[in-house]
């Protein structure tokens, strides 16, 4: 591809490779005469600026020079590595004279640009060639086989290589060997090519073909392997270039011949010895191998000859040529199109000719043997093989967990010869070594329980004060009296009190013992009694007195007050009662100027608040101290924190620092991350490490202390923890990375983080490799007509299929890390939704490739399931403590939503499921067909509550009856959750609570891409983490009627009448009377025998039993209780129909992860019962 | 400190040019002057190959994993003028689109952050550099900056995504205002950052000038949630230059030597955490740096591939010793 171009005839030499910026240098050619005949000679030089993408080049100099130029070269000498000063330019005349520039001047536009100037030569100097291991030297070739050696430093006396050769000839190239500095070639028009030895002073070897038809036109040496040369021939008879190796000089190597015309020039790449350019009299610019021969490429140029062809020594790509037609044109022979290129416009080219009139005659010349170019081609391609410079032989990149991927491609020599290695490796980077044995140590700690040592330790071990103390702090908190030793820690020990004051005792009262003295007075005065006058005088004593006579504590206390009888007043006060006394206290205080006064005034008052939030700061010790001797454990940590706060806020740098170990006191976490992140620089591991050591072990502290809930992880915390995991996933330590994340909190990037973590430790990917996450499902939202009802949910969907499902989905999979107690497991369940949709979203990602698809797939069981969310707040009440219910109302808000945007569910349901879709579906995968819509609500009467017996009630006979049938219940979740599983009736039995059972679904509804692995077996794996089930637990198909083998394991039962038996077990009979008791019996009463003749399939059983398990055990909703009296009242009654409909109403106002095991073959049964008027 | 712990035998025919590991580093992607692209599975050091994949018809310069969240997708430039997306489906790996939108070889291939869906720059020795914009229904929009560096893109590499101000401003559910971003580096000499207009036009925004030769490689650094921007680059003319921009809004680039190696330098490559450069040079050797506390870039190792050993150099036991 063109990239330039020159309107000059002339001479061209690239500046050599060290130079920066790329010029190209022109002299005017000599013998050759362009339309204006003109005998002008210049040297310019051009800079090649490749960022302008215009086709003109940059003209930087003119020199008018008053020699024409066979030959001209740049070369490198005396140029600094900086390329400051740029070489030389050196020039043979004609006269056989060699003229050396300083192109450094010429660009400056000096006039003396010369350097110096030698005539030596006495004919056209042809041939000139830089020595590129000593810049210095320059070979030059003449008529009469004259060659020089010319030495830049001492250019008056050139050397010669040798003798003349004879005969006599001119020398039309001469060439330096690339590899050995002392050897040159020359070549002549006769075809002889003759190799000098610099050492020895003579030609050491001569080459010449035998048919005699060589007409030598270039010359060039192998850039790399030092023995071989090509020559290039003239002569249209013999257009070829012939590859010699002196080796075996006899005949050539090769012969290329891919001209059809003599050749004119020759250029080897130094950057890639497989291209050798050349340019012939058939008008074409070929690039070959010489190595091979093939042609790889064919500028394409116009059909005017070159007779000059260079490679850009800096850009391997570049090259220039040199045509008769007047123009220096520089290429690319990577291709490319060009039509960004603005192309030079052909009125551009004929104006510049019309200014060149020689002749007078009004008509401008026209170009000579220009036929215009036809149709431009605008692509233009590279060549066939790449060049050697863009084939990349390393690479390093860095992957996650520390690894970096490196290759090379080093020729490794084995027996076969050279053998290129195509090895990767695969290396693990560690450069925190400290920061991971700490993070190992601290690990260690936290398995082994071991912290007073480890803190310990660390005290021994602190640099600074401050830091000794943030330790002892912590250490405090594992050891019993921990508020005495913190006490201690501030200055402040009991013993040493205590000493302190029976010192001062014994000398002096001292202001100091102000409040011990009082109380000792107080406690002495009674006892000092005695017998004594009751004075009545008129005084205050008397007064006083009159005044206690009389019972008016008030008055005398006043009185006292008055006189100034603080003590008398005060132990009045006490006489006189509560109020009495708190308000004698504050007339006190109010009077009392002492420095301590505030101080009493709290203790007594026990306002610690009001020190807190008033004391000087400086003095933050000594209210850290009173806080730990006087606040109530459940004050404790607020004041603490509130002091903490205010040293924050408001104290220099220092006390800002203390402040953390008020947040240590109060255990507070995330504000102790806030605080030490403020202090420090938070960007070296090892100070992050510092941090986190300290907060690891406060919240162990937390725990161990406060009992709280310190899987909560707050924001600053999560992201101090996270940025923690990822520098441990950095250094390579994955499972201490997934160890120190946080465990319970859905911020997207932890969880990422973990994801990430998990696969990247190798475990196995579930599904085989399977795409978990089919992106042609991605992009059928945008085909699909329904547009997207909410922007809110698309974020959500990503998530979704990002993560892993299969063996171990991940939102509810992470719970199995750690010590998971149901707690937290139900917790998170529950809260997550709430979560995964108020934050920001994982993988916020445009529109068009959530994958609804994938969700229609599901839908069905997602809509269907989506009623289950109600059932978080349910599961969650029986752990009172979590703090997420909240969060469930709105994420199943939102499902709602969802379901109803996919017009699967009615969308009558309000997010606290008083009517969620369940009775269409339900209905639905009861009959196996459309879902009957829910009937109007029931206004049915309130139940009596606390009717259920206690299971104990229960015949002992009958429980474990019941554990059984319960167990079998539980295998009955089987089928519902993997509805494309039939029953398996020996599925290992669980002993589970049921609120296990019964956990809400996690938020997200894992795409049952893998719907056939076997939910069985993860609920086997994952007896903890009931989550995953009910994930799993999404009906696949529910809305495909062809979905029949799926609906086997309940439809078979149904679709055999004969359920009821076992409800007339004798055993069961014998259950106690009580309502719930009468309930079973009523249910159990039906004369199912008559129903039918088959046996009732164990489901019917177990779902039955579940329900009395459920009834035994009180967990259901005094409603559904009510409705189940009210249902075995019609049942009493016969009236199957009005038992259907309460069942409905029960189905549809109830939760339905509540009632889904049993009701439905409550349902079956009453309908049977009806159909067959039992 | 750099250690080999995995080994794996290609089989290529040919120069390998480009290995890369998926997003959890599970799985190694390889291609070479023998026109496959291999991918293999280097879990727990081992070695499954998992594909060979043939489609190109020249040397494969560049393979570039897409996030896990679009599926195992893989990009691969070529020689022959032609970008291939390869994508797995029930296990196995087939092409799933071609480009061949460019006229010279393709040199670089680098997917967008995944925020922004699937996007993928690819630089050509044709000048231009084009991206492919998923946009459904298997269908690719494509947008090509014509003369992006003239004769030649040699690398692209996307800024992490960041949006403007803080993630909180954004309201919730809305699709955050990204500004996307991503550097060139070409034949010309330069870098180029370019920015996507609000009309969804490609537009030069900065010029980054220090590199006396090509440039060969560029690398955004990630986000570590710093306002900082990094960018390394490195050149034929041995220079590796890291480039900051602390402010945003100023958009003023400095460039920092890292080093001047004696040879050309082929490839940089930042680790996930953005605190060390991998340098990949034409004396075959690749060496890690990392800045120091002063600021100054030290090297910490050099990798020494072949013997899986690592000769530590002084400046790391400096480094330990601060």
């Given at each position: 591809m063109k990239l330039k171009e020159v309107d000059r005839t002339a001479m061209q030499a690239w500046s050599p490779?060290?130079?920066?910026p790329i010029y190209l240098a022109t002299g005017t050619s000599a013998q050759q005469l362009d339309a204006t005949f003109s005998t002008n000679a210049s040297l310019e030089i051009f800079e090649l600026d490749l960022s302008d993408p215009s086709l003109d080049m940059k003209s930087c100099a003119t020199f008018s020079s008053s020699h024409r130029y066979h030959k001209l070269i740049w070369g490198p000498h005396k140029m600094d590595s900086k390329g400051n000063i740029s070489g030389v330019l050196i020039a043979g005349g004609e006269n056989g004279n060699i003229i050396l520039y300083d192109p450094s001047k010429i660009i400056a536009g000096d006039k003396e640009v010369v350097i110096a100037q030698n005539d030596k030569h006495t004919g056209p100097v042809r041939a000139l060639d830089v020595n590129i291991f000593q810049t210095n030297l320059v070979a030059s070739g003449a008529n009469e086989s004259e060659i020089y050696i010319w030495d830049l430093n001492n250019f008056a006396t050139p050397m010669t290589p040798g003798a003349k050769t004879q005969p006599l000839e001119d020398i039309s190239c001469i060439a330096w060997n690339r590899q050995v500095q002392h050897i040159l070639a020359s070549a002549s028009p006769s075809g002889r090519a003759t190799v000098w030895d610099l050492r020895k002073n003579e030609p050491i070897i001569k080459v010449s073909d035998h048919n005699n038809r060589m007409h030598c036109s270039g010359l060039a040496w192998h850039p790399e392997v030092a023995t071989q040369m090509v020559l290039a021939s003239e002569d249209d008879r013999l257009p070829v270039v012939q590859v010699w190796d002196l080796r075996f000089a006899s005949t050539p190597l090769r012969v290329l011949e891919n001209h059809a015309r003599g050749i004119l020039a020759i250029a080897w790449s130094m950057a890639d010895p497989e291209l050798l350019l050349s340019c012939g009299k058939d008008a074409k610019i070929l690039c070959s191998n010489p190595n091979t021969g093939e042609v790889l490429y064919e500028l394409p140029t116009n059909t005017q000859w070159c007779f000059d062809i260079q490679w850009c020594p800096r850009n391997p790509a570049v090259l220039s040529a040199a045509s008769f037609d007047g123009r220096i044109s520089v290429y690319s022979i990577m291709g490319g199109s060009t039509d960004g290129l603005r192309q030079k416009q052909a009125d551009k080219l004929s104006s510049s000719f019309g200014n060149l009139d020689p002749f007078g005659t009004g008509q401008p010349l026209p170009p000579l043997q220009i036929p215009q170019q036809a149709a431009q081609h605008s692509i233009v391609l590279p060549l066939k093989k790449p060049p050697k410079w863009i084939r990349r032989p390393i690479g390093a990149s860095f992957s996650f967990g520390g690894k970096l991927v490196t290759f090379e491609n080093v020729k490794v020599q084995s027996q076969q010869g050279a053998e290129l290695q195509q090895h990767v490796f695969i290396s693990q980077v560690v450069t925190e070594k400290e920061f991971l044995s700490r993070s190992d140590q601290l690990q260690q700690v936290v398995q082994s329980q071991g912290f007073v040592n480890y803190c310990q330790k660390k005290i021994d071990a602190s640099q600074s004060d401050f830091e000794k103390n943030v330790w002892s702090f912590l250490k405090v908190n594992f050891e019993d009296d921990s508020r005495g030793k913190y006490l201690q820690l501030l200055g402040y020990s009991k013993e040493d009190l205590g000493k302190k004051i029976a010192l001062a005792l014994n000398k002096v009262d001292g202001p100091n013992v102000h409040i011990k003295e009082e109380k000792q007075e107080s406690e002495f005065l009674p006892s000092a009694g005695g017998p004594f006058n009751i004075s009545i005088s008129g005084d205050i004593d008397g007064l006083i007195t009159q005044a206690l006579l009389t019972g008016n504590f008030e008055s005398a206390v006043d009185l006292c007050l008055h006189d100034n009888r603080m003590a008398d007043a005060i132990i009045l006060a006490i006489a006189g009662g509560q109020e009495l006394l708190a308000r004698t206290q504050k007339k006190y205080f109010a009077k009392s100027q002492s420095k301590i006064t505030r101080l009493i005034t709290a203790v007594v008052m026990k306002n610690w608040k009001e020190i807190v939030e008033s004391c000087d700061l400086k003095n933050w010790r000594e209210a850290l101290a009173a806080v730990l001797t006087y606040a109530k454990p459940d004050e404790f940590s607020a004041l603490c924190d509130l002091l903490g706060t205010r040293l924050e806020s408001e104290g220099d740098s220092l006390l800002q620092t203390q402040a953390c170990l008020c947040y240590i006191c109060a255990g507070n976490v995330e504000k102790l991350v806030a605080c030490w992140t403020k202090a420090q620089d938070g960007n070296n591991p090892l100070s992050l490490q510092d941090l986190i050591e300290k907060v690891v072990i406060l919240r162990k502290a937390v725990q161990l202390t406060q009992a709280m809930d310190t899987n909560t992880v707050g924001v600053l915390l999560a992201e101090k923890m996270s940025q923690y995991a990822n520098l441990l996933a950095a250094q390579g330590s994955i499972a201490a990375a997934l160890a120190f994340l946080p465990e319970s909190t859905n911020q997207p990037n932890i969880v990422q983080l973990r994801d990430r973590l998990r696969r990247a430790q190798g475990e196995p990917v579930p599904g085989?490799?399977?795409?978990?996450?089919?992106y042609e499902r991605q992009q059928l939202p945008k085909g699909r007509p329904g547009p997207i009802a909410d922007h809110t949910q698309i974020p959500r969907v990503p998530t979704q299929q990002y993560y892993p499902h299969g063996e171990n989905p991940p939102p509810p999979g992470f719970l199995m890390h750690g010590n998971v107690n149901p707690n937290v497991a139900a917790a998170q369940l529950s809260t997550s939704p709430g979560h995964m949709h108020t934050q920001v979203p994982p993988y916020p990602q445009p529109q068009p490739y959530q994958p609804v698809q994938q969700y229609s797939f599901g839908t069905g069981g997602s809509a269907t399931y989506r009623p289950q969310q109600p059932a978080a707040p349910s599961a969650s009440n029986a752990y009172p403590n979590t703090p997420y219910i909240p969060s469930a109302p709105s994420y199943s808000g939102q499902s709602q939503l969802y379901a109803a945007q996919h017009q699967v569910s009615p969308p009558t349901s309000s997010p606290t499921a008083s009517l969620p879709p369940l009775p269409s579906s339900g209905a639905s995968f009861q009959h196996g067909g459309p879902g009957a819509p829910p009937s109007s609500a029931y206004a049915l009467p309130p139940g009596t509550t606390g009717t259920l017996p206690a299971a104990s009630e229960l015949p002992a006979s009958q429980r474990t009856e019941n554990q059984s049938v319960q167990d079998q219940a539980n295998m009955l979740e089987g089928p519902q959750n993997g509805w494309n599983d039939p029953p398996a009736l020996n599925r290992v039995p669980k002993k589970k609570k049921m609120p296990e059972n019964f956990m809400p679904p996690v938020p997200i509804t894992s795409p049952i891409m893998n719907p056939m692995g076997d939910p069985q077996s993860q609920m086997l794996q994952q007896p903890s983490a009931p989550g995953p089930l009910s994930n799993q637990a999404s009906f696949p198909q529910p809305h495909l009627s062809g979905g029949q083998p799926s609906f086997h394991g309940l439809q078979q039962p149904l679709g055999q009448p004969g359920m009821p038996p076992s409800f007339s077990k004798p055993n069961i009979e014998g259950a106690p009377g009580g309502p719930i008791g009468n309930t079973i019996q009523h249910v159990q009463a039906l004369p199912a025998e008559k129903i039918t003749k088959k046996p009732i399939p164990d489901d019917a059983n177990k779902r039955l039993e579940f329900l009395y398990d459920k009834l035994r055990e009180q967990t259901l909703s005094p409603t559904i209780i009510n409705g189940l009296h009210n249902i075995a009242r019609s049942i009493e009654t016969r009236n199957y129909s009005e038992g259907l409909t309460i069942h409905t109403h029960i189905v549809s106002t109830s939760n339905f992860s509540e009632t889904s095991a049993f009701m439905p073959v409550l349902k079956v049964v009453l309908t049977q019962a009806n159909k067959l008027g039992v | 400190m750099v250690s080999v712990i995995n080994t794996v035998d290609t089989s290529h025919e040919d120069m390998i040019h480009d290995a890369q590991m998926d997003y959890y580093g599970t799985r190694l992607a390889t291609c070479s002057s023998d026109r496959s692209v291999k991918i293999f599975d280097v879990r727990n050091g081992g070695q499954i190959l998992i594909a060979d994949l043939r489609g190109h018809e020249g040397p494969v310069w560049q393979v570039a994993w897409a996030h896990p969240m679009y599926g195992n997708i893989l990009a691969s430039c070529s020689y022959d003028r032609k970008v291939i997306i390869w994508k797995e489906e029930n296990g196995t790996w087939e092409k799933t689109h071609e480009h061949t939108g460019h006229d010279s070889s393709v040199n670089s291939v680098c997917w967008a952050p995944h925020d922004y869906g699937l996007i993928l720059a690819c630089g050509s020795s044709d000048g231009a550099i084009s991206l492919l914009t998923y946009t459904g229904e298997g269908q690719w929009d494509v947008k090509k900056i014509n003369n992006a560096h003239t004769i030649g893109c040699n690398a692209v590499s996307w800024a992490p995504a960041v949006v403007p101000g803080s993630l909180i401003d954004q309201p919730s559910g809305q699709k955050p205002n990204y500004i996307k971003k991503f550097a060139s580096g070409g034949c010309d000499n330069l870098i180029k950052l370019w920015k996507e207009e609000e009309d969804g036009q490609w537009k030069e925004e900065q010029k980054l000038e220090a590199h006396s030769d090509w440039v060969r490689d560029v690398a955004w650094a990630p986000s570590i949630g710093l306002p900082t921007s990094t960018i390394a680059s490195c050149s034929q003319d041995g220079r590796v230059f890291v480039w900051t921009c602390d402010d945003a809004s100023s958009n003023t680039w400095s460039p920092k030597l890292l080093h001047k190696f004696n040879d050309v330098v082929w490839h940089v490559s930042w680790s996930i955490t953005a605190n060390i450069l991998a340098v990949s040079g034409g004396d075959n050797k690749v060496t890690l740096w990392k800045e120091s506390v002063d600021g100054q870039w030290v090297c910490i190792s050099d990798v020494n591939k072949g013997q899986g050993s690592v000769s530590a150099s002084v400046t790391e036991s400096q480094q330990n010793e601060q």
């Amino acid at each position: 591809m063109k990239l330039k171009e020159v309107d000059r005839t002339a001479m061209q030499a690239w500046s050599p490779a060290q130079n920066h910026p790329i010029y190209l240098a022109t002299g005017t050619s000599a013998q050759q005469l362009d339309a204006t005949f003109s005998t002008n000679a210049s040297l310019e030089i051009f800079e090649l600026d490749l960022s302008d993408p215009s086709l003109d080049m940059k003209s930087c100099a003119t020199f008018s020079s008053s020699h024409r130029y066979h030959k001209l070269i740049w070369g490198p000498h005396k140029m600094d590595s900086k390329g400051n000063i740029s070489g030389v330019l050196i020039a043979g005349g004609e006269n056989g004279n060699i003229i050396l520039y300083d192109p450094s001047k010429i660009i400056a536009g000096d006039k003396e640009v010369v350097i110096a100037q030698n005539d030596k030569h006495t004919g056209p100097v042809r041939a000139l060639d830089v020595n590129i291991f000593q810049t210095n030297l320059v070979a030059s070739g003449a008529n009469e086989s004259e060659i020089y050696i010319w030495d830049l430093n001492n250019f008056a006396t050139p050397m010669t290589p040798g003798a003349k050769t004879q005969p006599l000839e001119d020398i039309s190239c001469i060439a330096w060997n690339r590899q050995v500095q002392h050897i040159l070639a020359s070549a002549s028009p006769s075809g002889r090519a003759t190799v000098w030895d610099l050492r020895k002073n003579e030609p050491i070897i001569k080459v010449s073909d035998h048919n005699n038809r060589m007409h030598c036109s270039g010359l060039a040496w192998h850039p790399e392997v030092a023995t071989q040369m090509v020559l290039a021939s003239e002569d249209d008879r013999l257009p070829v270039v012939q590859v010699w190796d002196l080796r075996f000089a006899s005949t050539p190597l090769r012969v290329l011949e891919n001209h059809a015309r003599g050749i004119l020039a020759i250029a080897w790449s130094m950057a890639d010895p497989e291209l050798l350019l050349s340019c012939g009299k058939d008008a074409k610019i070929l690039c070959s191998n010489p190595n091979t021969g093939e042609v790889l490429y064919e500028l394409p140029t116009n059909t005017q000859w070159c007779f000059d062809i260079q490679w850009c020594p800096r850009n391997p790509a570049v090259l220039s040529a040199a045509s008769f037609d007047g123009r220096i044109s520089v290429y690319s022979i990577m291709g490319g199109s060009t039509d960004g290129l603005r192309q030079k416009q052909a009125d551009k080219l004929s104006s510049s000719f019309g200014n060149l009139d020689p002749f007078g005659t009004g008509q401008p010349l026209p170009p000579l043997q220009i036929p215009q170019q036809a149709a431009q081609h605008s692509i233009v391609l590279p060549l066939k093989k790449p060049p050697k410079w863009i084939r990349r032989p390393i690479g390093a990149s860095f992957s996650f967990g520390g690894k970096l991927v490196t290759f090379e491609n080093v020729k490794v020599q084995s027996q076969q010869g050279a053998e290129l290695q195509q090895h990767v490796f695969i290396s693990q980077v560690v450069t925190e070594k400290e920061f991971l044995s700490r993070s190992d140590q601290l690990q260690q700690v936290v398995q082994s329980q071991g912290f007073v040592n480890y803190c310990q330790k660390k005290i021994d071990a602190s640099q600074s004060d401050f830091e000794k103390n943030v330790w002892s702090f912590l250490k405090v908190n594992f050891e019993d009296d921990s508020r005495g030793k913190y006490l201690q820690l501030l200055g402040y020990s009991k013993e040493d009190l205590g000493k302190k004051i029976a010192l001062a005792l014994n000398k002096v009262d001292g202001p100091n013992v102000h409040i011990k003295e009082e109380k000792q007075e107080s406690e002495f005065l009674p006892s000092a009694g005695g017998p004594f006058n009751i004075s009545i005088s008129g005084d205050i004593d008397g007064l006083i007195t009159q005044a206690l006579l009389t019972g008016n504590f008030e008055s005398a206390v006043d009185l006292c007050l008055h006189d100034n009888r603080m003590a008398d007043a005060i132990i009045l006060a006490i006489a006189g009662g509560q109020e009495l006394l708190a308000r004698t206290q504050k007339k006190y205080f109010a009077k009392s100027q002492s420095k301590i006064t505030r101080l009493i005034t709290a203790v007594v008052m026990k306002n610690w608040k009001e020190i807190v939030e008033s004391c000087d700061l400086k003095n933050w010790r000594e209210a850290l101290a009173a806080v730990l001797t006087y606040a109530k454990p459940d004050e404790f940590s607020a004041l603490c924190d509130l002091l903490g706060t205010r040293l924050e806020s408001e104290g220099d740098s220092l006390l800002q620092t203390q402040a953390c170990l008020c947040y240590i006191c109060a255990g507070n976490v995330e504000k102790l991350v806030a605080c030490w992140t403020k202090a420090q620089d938070g960007n070296n591991p090892l100070s992050l490490q510092d941090l986190i050591e300290k907060v690891v072990i406060l919240r162990k502290a937390v725990q161990l202390t406060q009992a709280m809930d310190t899987n909560t992880v707050g924001v600053l915390l999560a992201e101090k923890m996270s940025q923690y995991a990822n520098l441990l996933a950095a250094q390579g330590s994955i499972a201490a990375a997934l160890a120190f994340l946080p465990e319970s909190t859905n911020q997207p990037n932890i969880v990422q983080l973990r994801d990430r973590l998990r696969r990247a430790q190798g475990e196995p990917v579930p599904g085989q490799e399977s795409p978990q996450v089919p992106y042609e499902r991605q992009q059928l939202p945008k085909g699909r007509p329904g547009p997207i009802a909410d922007h809110t949910q698309i974020p959500r969907v990503p998530t979704q299929q990002y993560y892993p499902h299969g063996e171990n989905p991940p939102p509810p999979g992470f719970l199995m890390h750690g010590n998971v107690n149901p707690n937290v497991a139900a917790a998170q369940l529950s809260t997550s939704p709430g979560h995964m949709h108020t934050q920001v979203p994982p993988y916020p990602q445009p529109q068009p490739y959530q994958p609804v698809q994938q969700y229609s797939f599901g839908t069905g069981g997602s809509a269907t399931y989506r009623p289950q969310q109600p059932a978080a707040p349910s599961a969650s009440n029986a752990y009172p403590n979590t703090p997420y219910i909240p969060s469930a109302p709105s994420y199943s808000g939102q499902s709602q939503l969802y379901a109803a945007q996919h017009q699967v569910s009615p969308p009558t349901s309000s997010p606290t499921a008083s009517l969620p879709p369940l009775p269409s579906s339900g209905a639905s995968f009861q009959h196996g067909g459309p879902g009957a819509p829910p009937s109007s609500a029931y206004a049915l009467p309130p139940g009596t509550t606390g009717t259920l017996p206690a299971a104990s009630e229960l015949p002992a006979s009958q429980r474990t009856e019941n554990q059984s049938v319960q167990d079998q219940a539980n295998m009955l979740e089987g089928p519902q959750n993997g509805w494309n599983d039939p029953p398996a009736l020996n599925r290992v039995p669980k002993k589970k609570k049921m609120p296990e059972n019964f956990m809400p679904p996690v938020p997200i509804t894992s795409p049952i891409m893998n719907p056939m692995g076997d939910p069985q077996s993860q609920m086997l794996q994952q007896p903890s983490a009931p989550g995953p089930l009910s994930n799993q637990a999404s009906f696949p198909q529910p809305h495909l009627s062809g979905g029949q083998p799926s609906f086997h394991g309940l439809q078979q039962p149904l679709g055999q009448p004969g359920m009821p038996p076992s409800f007339s077990k004798p055993n069961i009979e014998g259950a106690p009377g009580g309502p719930i008791g009468n309930t079973i019996q009523h249910v159990q009463a039906l004369p199912a025998e008559k129903i039918t003749k088959k046996p009732i399939p164990d489901d019917a059983n177990k779902r039955l039993e579940f329900l009395y398990d459920k009834l035994r055990e009180q967990t259901l909703s005094p409603t559904i209780i009510n409705g189940l009296h009210n249902i075995a009242r019609s049942i009493e009654t016969r009236n199957y129909s009005e038992g259907l409909t309460i069942h409905t109403h029960i189905v549809s106002t109830s939760n339905f992860s509540e009632t889904s095991a049993f009701m439905p073959v409550l349902k079956v049964v009453l309908t049977q019962a009806n159909k067959l008027g039992v | 400190m750099v250690s080999v712990i995995n080994t794996v035998d290609t089989s290529h025919e040919d120069m390998i040019h480009d290995a890369q590991m998926d997003y959890y580093g599970t799985r190694l992607a390889t291609c070479s002057s023998d026109r496959s692209v291999k991918i293999f599975d280097v879990r727990n050091g081992g070695q499954i190959l998992i594909a060979d994949l043939r489609g190109h018809e020249g040397p494969v310069w560049q393979v570039a994993w897409a996030h896990p969240m679009y599926g195992n997708i893989l990009a691969s430039c070529s020689y022959d003028r032609k970008v291939i997306i390869w994508k797995e489906e029930n296990g196995t790996w087939e092409k799933t689109h071609e480009h061949t939108g460019h006229d010279s070889s393709v040199n670089s291939v680098c997917w967008a952050p995944h925020d922004y869906g699937l996007i993928l720059a690819c630089g050509s020795s044709d000048g231009a550099i084009s991206l492919l914009t998923y946009t459904g229904e298997g269908q690719w929009d494509v947008k090509k900056i014509n003369n992006a560096h003239t004769i030649g893109c040699n690398a692209v590499s996307w800024a992490p995504a960041v949006v403007p101000g803080s993630l909180i401003d954004q309201p919730s559910g809305q699709k955050p205002n990204y500004i996307k971003k991503f550097a060139s580096g070409g034949c010309d000499n330069l870098i180029k950052l370019w920015k996507e207009e609000e009309d969804g036009q490609w537009k030069e925004e900065q010029k980054l000038e220090a590199h006396s030769d090509w440039v060969r490689d560029v690398a955004w650094a990630p986000s570590i949630g710093l306002p900082t921007s990094t960018i390394a680059s490195c050149s034929q003319d041995g220079r590796v230059f890291v480039w900051t921009c602390d402010d945003a809004s100023s958009n003023t680039w400095s460039p920092k030597l890292l080093h001047k190696f004696n040879d050309v330098v082929w490839h940089v490559s930042w680790s996930i955490t953005a605190n060390i450069l991998a340098v990949s040079g034409g004396d075959n050797k690749v060496t890690l740096w990392k800045e120091s506390v002063d600021g100054q870039w030290v090297c910490i190792s050099d990798v020494n591939k072949g013997q899986g050993s690592v000769s530590a150099s002084v400046t790391e036991s400096q480094q330990n010793e601060q």
